[in-house]
């Protein structure tokens, strides 16, 4: 079974740009949360989706923003970009069991210049 | 606000030691994830616990939570080169919102042939 994919793998945008990356969950699984990883750090949690409704959003700003389709696939959307977004962007997909086991894509690495 | 704080932040251990990493909050979480993270992958989940005291083994790893399932431990017996890595925990199904994840900033632990 496939796991969860991301596109594209590495992405170069200039301040003020706006980015689309996408994820698909593994089949079967309802819910998906976006990460955001600065080097160094922890993922920080934007946003969680779940039956194409929000469930979740972390402290980010409304730059960023997230859809989920019918076929659970999702998108985060960031727009008017700065510098400090450069990060590795990671999906992951989960059954949205009681204990919240999640699986992650190998994330997107986007650059802003 | 939750938080997850991992101690060490960095650990270097010669081959054959043992080493016991710590996850600690102040908030109590209904299950809490250890994932293992290779540079430029997405994190990998090693083990998931729920209950309050819960212990699990998975070979040479042993997870531990807290009574009070606010703290966990993971303890790597006669570590191995191959262990090197990223090791994050996380916590899910907090006070403040159950569809929030948070990740604490992780420890990196290099292991020395």
């Known amino acids: 079974d496939a796991g969860v994919t991301q596109s594209p793998t590495h992405l170069i945008k200039t301040r003020g740009q706006q980015v689309t990356l996408r994820c698909s969950p593994i089949s079967g699984h309802k819910s998906v949360s976006w990460y955001q990883q600065v080097l160094g750090q922890g993922p920080q949690f934007i946003f969680q989706?779940?039956?194409?409704?929000?469930?979740g959003r972390g402290n980010f700003p409304d730059r960023f923003s997230a859809r989920q389709f019918p076929n659970y696939s999702s998108e985060l959307n960031v727009n008017a970009l700065l510098l400090g977004d450069s990060a590795l962007y990671l999906c992951?997909?989960?059954?949205?069991?009681?204990?919240?086991?999640?699986?992650f894509g190998p994330g997107t690495r986007l650059t802003v210049t | 606000t939750q938080l997850l704080e991992q101690s060490p932040q960095f650990l270097s251990i010669q081959e054959g030691e043992n080493l016991t990493v710590y996850c600690n909050s102040s908030s109590v979480f209904s299950s809490l994830q250890w994932y293992r993270q290779e540079p430029g992958e997405g994190p990998v989940l090693l083990v998931t616990v729920v209950t309050g005291g819960e212990v699990k083994k998975l070979k040479r790893l042993t997870f531990q939570f807290g009574d009070a399932r606010k703290d966990s431990s993971l303890h790597i017996t006669a570590a191995q080169t191959g262990d090197t890595g990223l090791y994050l925990c996380?916590?899910?199904?907090?006070?403040?919102?159950?569809?929030?994840?948070?990740f604490g900033s992780g420890t990196r632990l290099s292991i020395r042939p």
């Open positions: 996380a916590g899910a199904g907090g006070y403040s919102s159950a569809s929030k994840i948070i």
């Open positions: 989706y779940y039956e194409k409704e929000e469930r």
């Open positions: 992951a997909s989960s059954l949205m069991t009681v204990s919240y086991e999640q699986y």
